[in-house]
Each structure stands twice: as C-alpha cells, then as structure tokens.
C-alpha cells in the first residue's frame, strides 16, 4: 500500500491562505493543498497569519499587505518558513515566494510564480 507523499508550501509573506484580497496565489495555495490533503498527503502551508486549510498551517507572520523583499516582515516570514519546511521534513517544498531559496536549506526546492 502506497503512502503519500510529505508537500510544503511556502506562501508569500504579502498574502494569506486564502487571500484576503484579490490575489490569486493565496487562494490557489488553499486549493491545491485541500485537494492534495483529501487525496492523502501531508500537506505543510507556511503563510502569514491569519491563514486556514485543511492541511497543517504554520502561521510565519501576521499579514501586513506587501511586504517587499528585504524587509524586516519578508525576512521573517521565509526564516520562520524555512525552520518549519526543515522540521516537516517534505518530499518535496514549493516555494510560491521566489524568495525562499535565499534561505539555503540544503534542500531542493521549486519555484513557480502565479
């Protein structure tokens, strides 16, 4: 019997899951992860707080609206992120930031942007 697999994703530090706004990757992120949790995988979403699904939300920041790269709340969110991915311990981590493999975690990583 097959066993599924252990998926992260690392959710902008500018939007929740789902979006609070008309923002697409947020409500993408809440998507796919509820169907990859209904179809039997370990789900890990690290996103800022306020953020719900049904797989397993680690809150990195309290949202805030944009948050360019390099500040202080950016920074946060993907080091918060990366502490939370390597104790997951994933098969595989998608990063919807384009930001997180800033954070060399030693792990492979994929990038795609919405």
Do not use: W
Request: hydrophobic share 40%; glycine share 10%.
């Amino acid at each position: 019997m097959a066993t599924g697999l252990r998926i992260a994703f690392v959710a902008p530090a500018d939007d929740c899951v789902p979006s609070r706004v008309d923002h697409p990757t947020g409500n993408g992120i809440k998507a796919l992860a509820d169907a990859l949790v209904a179809r039997g995988h370990a789900v890990l979403v690290c996103a800022p707080i306020p953020s719900h699904s049904d797989a397993r939300v680690v809150g990195t920041v309290g949202y805030r609206g944009n948050s360019p790269l390099g500040s202080d709340v950016t920074f946060a969110h993907l080091t918060r992120a990366a502490t939370a991915v390597e104790r997951f311990r994933p098969d595989v981590t998608h990063d919807f930031t384009g930001h997180f493999g800033l954070l060399d975690t030693g792990e492979e990583y994929l990038s795609f942007e919405l």
